[in-house]
T-cell receptor
Framework: GAVVSQHPSWVICKSGTSVKIECRSLDFQATTMFWYRQFPKQSLMLMATSNEGSKATYEQGVEKDKFLINHASLTLSTLTVTSAHPEDSSFYIC??????????FGQGTRLTVV | GENVEQHPSTLSVQEGDSAVIKCTYSDSASNYFPWYKQELGKGPQLIIDIRSNVGEKKDQRIAVTLNKTAKHFSLHITETQPEDSAVYFCAANTGGFKTIFGAGTRLFVKA
């Protein structure tokens, strides 16, 4: 299957700082990428849809100013958690769609805010 | 919007037995139904998928069925092995290419 690489796989940061997570589709062009958040023992909750060259579409309840998404190219989307707080600690996962249907997921980033 | 319900939340089977996970969806416009396996600390991995123009699909020990009229789809794993133990998510893909996940099923395969 297609490969989606997410970096870093884990990060620890101090409260008040910002953290950037990268999502790359390695062997295909992804016009659309998605960002999910997953709490322990729960399902994946869609945060936002990222389209190359345009503004991201956020799901209801997701703060746009806290979770900045940039989709600079057909192979790269970034999620920046700004002014991180302990409650932002979570597992963040990206996915990229191929052929406008199949979604392939990155390996996830575990963010811990201390 | 689309809502996907998944049952059971936990499933424990003996090695060699079959496991069945069931999902329902709400949006009749959904046309693509993937299943993912997630191991601890990792992202979901696509294991099988089915499109709305097909009623059943099989890949070795894994099969998926779809009933569009009832908006039901199911995952069947036969001859389960300990390495099948993981969390399984069903999902529905709407016309906007969003993947909406079910709540997940934690499968335990006892040796």
């Amino acid at each position: 299957g297609a490969v989606v690489s997410q970096h870093p796989s884990w990060v620890i940061c101090k409260s008040g700082t910002s953290v950037k997570i990268e999502c790359r589709s390695l062997d295909f062009q992804a016009t659309t990428m998605f960002w999910y958040r997953q709490f322990p023992k729960q399902s994946l909750m869609l945060m936002a849809t990222s389209n190359e060259g345009s503004k991201a579409t956020y799901e209801q309840g997701v703060e746009k100013d806290k979770f900045l998404i940039n989709h600079a190219s057909l192979t790269l989307s970034t999620l920046t958690v700004t002014s991180a707080h302990p409650e932002d600690s979570s597992f963040y996962i990206c996915s990229a769609t191929r052929l406008n249907t199949e979604a392939f997921f990155g390996q996830g980033t575990r963010l811990t805010v201390v | 919007g689309e809502n996907v319900e998944q049952h059971p939340s936990t499933l424990s089977v003996q090695e060699g037995d079959s496991a069945v996970i069931k999902c329902t969806y709400s949006d009749s416009a959904s046309n693509y139904f993937p299943w993912y396996k997630q191991e601890l600390g990792k992202g979901p991995q696509l294991i099988i998928d089915i499109r709305s123009n097909v009623g059943e699909k099989k890949d070795q020990r894994i099969a998926v069925t779809l009933n569009k009229t009832a908006k039901h789809f199911s995952l069947h794993i036969t001859e389960t092995q300990p390495e099948d133990s993981a969390v399984y998510f069903c999902a529905a893909n709407t016309g906007g290419f969003k993947t909406i996940f079910g709540a997940g099923t934690r499968l335990f395969v006892k040796a």
